[in-house]
Every structure is written in C-alpha cells, then in structure tokens.
C-alpha cells in the first residue's frame, strides 16, 4: 500500500469507529484545523469533505499538518506492513528507528542498503509521498513532543536526544512545523514529569497493540536472561547498555520504558531497539486472522496476542543462536553469561560485576577457551564475529532478509536451523522458519499436523512456531 493506495471510504470507515486495528497504518489531517490525527482520535469524527489520509506522520507534516496534542501521534504503534515486505523502504524506516539517518545522514543510510541516495528517494517518495530526510527529521520532532510532554528533562536535552544538532536548530524546527516552540509545548503539557534537572534517567511510553500476551513475552526473555547484562522476571525485564542501564515494565495498553544514561543522544536508538524486542508493532488482528483458519486454531485462540520476542542487537542474537546449538535454553544462557564475562566491556561498580555483550570486534579478538565450549562452536563465533564486524553480514536491518540468512549458511557451523531463529527474532521476518527444530517436529507429531501444513501458515510462520513452542 503506497501513498496513492490509501482507499478513503476505508479509512473514513475506520476514523469514524476508532478502529484501534489501523492505529499506525495512516493518520487523518484535517484541512479546517491544520491538525492530523491517529485514527483512534476521541475527538469528534470530521465531515468527509474536510479530510485527507497520509501513510507516515512525515507526509501530514510536509502537507503543512500539525500533530494532535490530544492523540498524540507520537504514541502510534509502527505500521507492521513492513516486516512483512522486508524491501528497501521497510529496512530503510527500521533503520532510521536505529539512528542511522542522525549518525550518517541519508547518504549512509542509502550506503547500508547497497543503492543510490538518489533512488533510495525516489523510493521513498513513491511509498510514502516524502524523501526520506523529512521521515527522519519528522520521527525527530514526534521523539521531542512526546520527551517534553512526559518527562521533565531540560529543553536542552530533549534537543539533543531527539537527534537535533543545536538548540537553536530544534527551536527553530519546532516553530518552523509545529506552530510554536519547545518551551511553549511543555508549558501547556499536562502530566509533565517533575525529574530533577540533572538527572538522565527518564520514563516515556512504548505503546502497543491489543491483545498483547504481556506474560508470555516477558517469560520468554527471563528464561533467556544472560547473567551480568540482564535482569528479567514476569513484571519487567532490565539490560545494561552502553552509559548506563533500561528497565521496561508492562503497564496496561503500553510498555513503560525507564532510561538511565549518561548520553541522552542514544534515547531514539534505545527506543526502536526496545520496539523491535518486545514485537510492539506487530498486528494481532492479521495473526489470528490467518493462523486462525488453520491446525493453530486451538493453540491461536489459547493465547490472544502471542508475540515473536526479537533481539536487541542483531549480533547478539545471533551469538545467542550460534551458543543455543544442540543444547538446553539453562545451558545456553550459562555459556552466554561466561562469554559476556570474559569479553565484554564492564558497565557501572566493578562489585555490581555488570558487562555490555561483546562487540564483533571484542568476540572476534577474545579467547573464549575454558568456557565450556567446542573446538568447532568456537571457530563459528569468531568467524560469525569477523563477518559481523566487516559487514559482510548485516544484521541489524540494512541487508534483505534473505541474503543475510544465505550469508549467515556460509559460516561454517551455521546451519537452516541456526539461520531460520536469527531470521526469526533478528531480521524481524515474520515468515521465517528454524527447518529441523526438534521441539517444533513433536509438538507438530502430538497435535498431528503434517509437515506440509507449514505452508499454509505463510507469511506467519515465524509467530506460528512460537505458538507450537509455547504450547503445553
């Protein structure tokens, strides 16, 4: 669905009745007011005549919209049309979330992917109506409105956390799109934060859709925490990152998201990273729909909401997968807690014995010998290190979901099963499938569906082995 695609009846059909399922999908700009909405707005519907639909809040804003001070924009959840179509654009938006548009600027960001700036535009333009500067400059804006309006950090701050290079270009900004300025906003804010000037720890809103299986997707991160870089149970899950520490506790229809930093310029990268880890953005009603009609059908309507739990960082998930060969998840996660140990870089009071995940560059120099694991599992890291570290593997969006996995199964001691689960939780590929997981195979016996059922559990097959996982 480009920009032109949008069909107004069916969108009109949604604003009118709220429809929470197309939350993220398109936002309704109003030509009296010159404000754009969520489609879940509680304001009163507009007449037809008076409204227009845009695939990205970036279009609204370049169309000459303001943000809604009353939905929030800021707070819709990601459109998930985009994982399933993993093409240029998708991998482009997951990683302007990442940061890299502010780190690199466009023309780096058309370097991740492998083409042209300028057909990285055009692609952009045909999509979504907008270049892919005023996307990344537009998540900038949303980030700060949604910082000064629920949190108390100073101006400054909000500034550089969005991504913006000077105060006075984030003022400037702010006034030029939005109408009015920084300080403006967060005077009229309702509900602001009273943190303490000088303090970096924060707490913003992570919004998801409904239903959302809060119990299984946090049980499934504390049976995997690694010791010295994470902390989980079943009402919140905490990890080290670099400067400092985030917890993320469910809090009824969002994620609560608390930050402690000493650069409160990672903050836009945090928050996609934290997205993509807790499968926010997926859509539950499409699930259900497909997977619904199939053999799943008892397991799908036994748990509302089932999410596919992704990765942090795509080379640390893919260590955790290379580490999880052939072994229990207690094993895997005892090995994990030595190779973070040895290798990676200490966080905080050396007694709190907290450490960061090891870089490509740190695992690919470590000598991982004494820890409990083989000649050959450890030749995979280190090649999977060394590969990671020079690009030619890509995990953290910028390569299809496709060459990465072939990439991937040229490592040797890297096999379908291994790329499949990296594909799964890593790339964010909804279709993906570990081939000759032994659990999946039994479970699939006892319920007696045969193999070739699997196709038709497309383009879902990812959330399709966590419900045969999960099942009892």
């Known amino acids: 669905m480009t920009a032109q695609d949008l069909d107004f009846d069916a969108c009109y059909r949604a604003v009118s009745a709220r429809d929470a399922r197309f939350d993220g999908r398109f936002y309704t700009a109003v030509k009296t007011t010159r404000i754009y909405c969520r489609p879940v707005c509680p304001a009163r519907t507009p007449a037809a005549r008076n409204v227009r639909f845009y695939r990205h809040a970036a279009s609204a804003e370049a169309a000459g919209f303001r943000p809604c001070k009353r939905c929030r924009p800021e707070l819709s959840p990601g459109d998930p049309g985009w994982d399933v179509r993993g093409d240029f654009v998708g991998r482009a938006l997951r990683l302007i979330d990442d940061g890299a548009a502010d780190d690199t600027g466009v023309a780096g960001l058309a370097r991740r992917l492998h083409i042209t700036e300028r057909h990285l535009h055009r692609l952009f333009v045909a999509e979504l109506g907008v270049g892919p500067l005023a996307v990344a400059r537009t998540k900038r804006l949303l980030l700060a409105k949604q910082l000064l309006t629920e949190t108390g950090l100073p101006v400054t701050d909000v500034a550089f956390a969005a991504g913006f290079g000077s105060v006075r270009q984030f003022n400037a900004t702010m006034?030029?799109?939005?109408?009015?300025?920084?300080?403006?906003?967060?005077?009229?804010?309702?509900?602001?934060?009273?943190?303490?000037?000088?303090?970096?720890?924060?707490?913003?809103?992570?919004?998801?859709?409904?239903?959302?299986?809060?119990?299984?997707?946090?049980?499934?991160?504390?049976?995997?925490?690694?010791?010295?870089?994470?902390?989980?149970?079943?009402?919140?899950?905490?990890?080290?990152?670099?400067?400092?520490?985030?917890?993320?506790?469910?809090?009824?229809?969002?994620?609560?998201?608390?930050?402690?930093?000493d650069d409160t310029r990672q903050l836009a990268r945090l928050v996609g990273r934290c997205r993509r880890l807790l499968d926010l953005d997926s859509d539950p009603a499409a699930i259900a729909e497909t997977l619904g009609q199939t053999s799943l059908a008892p397991l799908v309507a036994a748990r509302p909401g089932l999410r596919v739990p992704g990765a942090f960082d795509g080379f640390e998930l893919a260590v955790r997968a290379v580490v999880g060969q052939q072994v229990s998840v207690a094993g895997a996660r005892t090995l994990l807690g030595r190779i973070v140990a040895r290798a990676g870089s200490p966080v905080g009071p050396p007694e709190e014995g907290a450490r960061?995940?090891?870089?490509?560059?740190?695992?690919?120099?470590?000598?991982?010998?004494?820890?409990?694991?083989?000649?050959?599992?450890?030749?995979?890291?280190?090649?999977?290190?060394?590969?990671?570290?020079?690009?030619?593997?890509?995990?953290?969006?910028?390569?299809?979901?496709?060459?990465?996995?072939?990439?991937?199964?040229?490592?040797?001691?890297?096999?379908?099963?291994?790329?499949?689960?990296?594909?799964?939780?890593?790339?964010?590929?909804?279709?993906?499938?570990?081939?000759?997981?032994?659990?999946?195979?039994?479970?699939?016996?006892?319920?007696?569906?045969?193999?070739?059922?699997?196709?038709?559990?497309?383009?879902?097959?990812?959330?399709?082995?966590?419900?045969?996982?999960?099942?009892?």
């Not at 119990?215 to 010791?227: E, N, S, T, Y």
């Not at 690009?391 to 990439?407: K, N």
């Not at 790329?419 to 006892?446: C, F, H, T």
């Open 175 to 261: 006034r030029e799109t939005y109408g009015f300025t920084p300080s403006e906003l967060r005077a009229t804010a309702r509900g602001a934060a009273a943190a303490p000037a000088e303090t970096a720890s924060l707490r913003l809103r992570l919004h998801r859709r409904e239903p959302y299986d809060v119990a299984g997707v946090f049980a499934f991160l504390a049976a995997r925490a690694i010791p010295g870089l994470e902390q989980a149970g079943p009402a919140s899950y905490s990890r080290v990152v670099p400067g400092g520490t985030l917890t993320l506790t469910p809090q009824p229809g969002h994620i609560a998201l608390e930050v402690s930093i």
């Open 356 to 472: 960061l995940f090891p870089t490509p560059a740190e695992l690919a120099a470590a000598d991982l010998d004494g820890l409990g694991l083989t000649t050959r599992r450890i030749a995979t890291l280190h090649a999977l290190a060394e590969r990671t570290g020079s690009g030619e593997i890509d995990l953290d969006g910028g390569q299809e979901p496709a060459e990465a996995v072939a990439r991937l199964l040229e490592v040797p001691g890297i096999g379908p099963w291994t790329a499949g689960y990296i594909a799964l939780r890593a790339l964010r590929d909804p279709d993906a499938w570990p081939e000759g997981d032994l659990v999946l195979r039994k479970r699939m016996a006892a319920l007696d569906i045969p193999d070739d059922h699997t196709e038709r559990w497309r383009p879902w097959r990812a959330y399709a082995a966590l419900y045969l996982w999960s099942a009892s």
